[in-house]
């Protein structure tokens, strides 16, 4: 018998109470009479609850995101600004520096989760930052190729924990009805990252030489905030700035099988008792969910690396100068930015998440296919840039908040989360190499291979979407009863949101 069993009678009776009252968010549905003016209280709190959460933590997240992103963004924009000429490099040997990130910040993912737990979101958080803002700098002044890629190497590494780690710590934060907004705000970050990248290279070039250093150098000059782990909450239990009623409503509301947290996995205990578990790593290797959202995710990446890394250069091919460029990538960015978050906030509303995906990626699906196969009329390919960029960055926020929401128990969730990322990422070692100088201006390779990853993403969200309504069916009709009590995402209880 599992051990998540202990307590059972009373509460077990309640827990499925409460299931047959919730749906696959945990959102309970209410009596009336005397539980109207309870609910309204409940209702007050936790908008002040949410209000203080995202004005206290959302920012310090979205400012490291942006850092973050702003050196990936900036590499593409510093080839235009001398970067190969300066180190002495050919094209392939900037190619190969670019790819020379993804492989330890692959390897980076899965170990950087698991130690999330045991040294604390406020410190692990913070130690990533610091060293990530160091290497950057260190990157603007580099003087051959050789210490380029060691420094992109030791980048990814120090890069690899930082996202994937955000997205647990957001889980332990909100309710799975909560998750994919504020992911989105994250995420929105990132396309806002290739507007001020693009405005940043420009305002940088017009300084000119600055004691010694070329425009480019100047573009890796970053200043990352260090108050993370002065100001960074671990859990909602340890943060000062909510009141206790604010503080135990938001434990309450994320306790229970419906929410997502099993009997041994709740707030207070998520950073201190429950041990480490292989068996949950297991769990999260071998769900079909983890493999089809990671396939779906590394179409979606490799259009995103390659659309941030290359964007100057492909606005420059069809008749800008680079100053011109840089100012022309912003607006792409820009609409990506709005459209992530309207799509966050309908994923959220409809409590949907591969549904939405199904929606939106067809989006980006005709944009690279107009793009891929036009030759001429530059206007259009760059109305179709609008279209790439926000179906793709629109699609992120649903897909990472879709397997955190169906994975119940922290270390599976942990694992999921991480090797989900792990291999998406690897489209980022696809994308440094798909758009080769020598196919400018049209890029018809490089545009066919993700329009292709796009298809083929879509078809595995469609059967993602399916095996969760198959797993639910079978959870109404019995077939996971043994499994009742275990307080993790095999319970019956347990709803997979689609």
């Excluded at 009141?243 to 950073?271: A, C, N, P, W, Y």
Aim: net charge neutral; aromatic share 12%.
């Amino acid at each position: 018998m599992n051990p998540a069993r202990v307590e059972e009678g009373t509460i077990q009776t309640q827990n499925v109470q409460d299931a047959a009252k919730s749906n696959a968010f945990g959102d309970t549905a209410t009596s009336s009479g005397d539980d109207s003016h309870n609910d309204q209280s409940e209702r007050a709190v936790t908008r002040r609850l949410l209000q203080k959460l995202d004005s206290r933590i959302l920012p310090i997240l979205i400012l490291l995101v942006l850092c973050s992103f702003l050196d990936r963004t900036n590499v593409g924009n510093a080839k235009l600004y001398n970067l190969e000429a300066d180190l002495g490099m050919t094209n392939n040997q900037y190619n190969q520096g670019l790819a020379a990130f993804y492989p330890l910040y692959i390897a980076a993912e899965i170990p950087s989760n698991l130690v999330l737990k045991k040294v604390t979101p406020r410190i692990w958080i913070a130690f990533l930052t610091f060293l990530w803002g160091i290497v950057c700098m260190c990157l603007g002044f580099v003087h051959n190729f050789a210490q380029f890629v060691s420094l992109r190497a030791i980048l990814g590494l120090a890069e690899g924990g930082l996202f994937p780690g955000m997205v647990l710590y957001l889980s332990t934060i909100y309710t799975r009805s909560e998750l994919a907004l504020r992911i989105g705000v994250l995420y929105t970050a990132t396309s806002l990252s290739g507007a001020f990248g693009g405005l940043l290279a420009r305002a940088i070039a017009a300084m000119g030489d600055r004691g010694g250093l070329t425009s480019w150098r100047w573009i890796f000059t970053v200043v990352v905030a260090c108050f993370t782990f002065a100001v960074l909450p671990n859990s909602i239990s340890s943060a000062t700035f909510l009141q206790k009623e604010e503080r135990d409503m938001g434990i309450q509301r994320l306790k229970g099988v419906s929410h997502g947290t099993g009997d041994q996995e709740s707030e207070l205990t998520l950073f201190s008792e429950e041990g480490f578990s292989l068996a949950e790593m297991w769990r999260a290797i071998s769900s079909p969910q983890t493999w089809l959202t990671a396939g779906a995710y590394f179409g979606l990446l490799s259009g995103i690396y390659s659309f941030g890394l290359f964007l100057p250069t492909i606005i420059k091919d069809l008749g800008y100068t680079a100053n011109e460029a840089q100012l022309w990538s912003v607006i792409p960015y820009a609409v990506a930015a709005c459209t992530t978050l309207a799509v966050a906030f309908t994923s959220d509303r409809l409590k949907l998440r591969g549904v939405i995906m199904l929606c939106t990626m067809p989006i980006a699906i005709i944009g690279y296919a107009v793009i891929a196969n036009l030759n001429g009329h530059p206007r259009v390919k760059y109305g179709m840039t609008f279209m790439m960029a926000a179906g793709i960055y629109s699609s992120v926020p649903p897909i990472l908040a879709w397997l955190s929401n169906n994975s119940a128990g922290h270390y599976k969730r942990a694992t999921a989360a991480a090797l989900q990322l792990a291999i998406a990422n690897c489209g980022g070692i696809l994308a440094v190499f798909i758009y080769p100088t020598i196919d400018a201006p049209l890029y018809y390779r490089g545009h066919s291979i993700v329009l292709g990853l796009l298809v083929a993403g879509w078809f595995l969200i469609l059967s993602n979407v399916l095996y969760c309504a198959k797993v639910n069916t079978d959870k109404a009709k019995g077939k996971y009863d043994k499994y009742d009590g275990y307080g993790d995402d095999r319970d019956p209880a347990f709803i997979m949101v689609m």
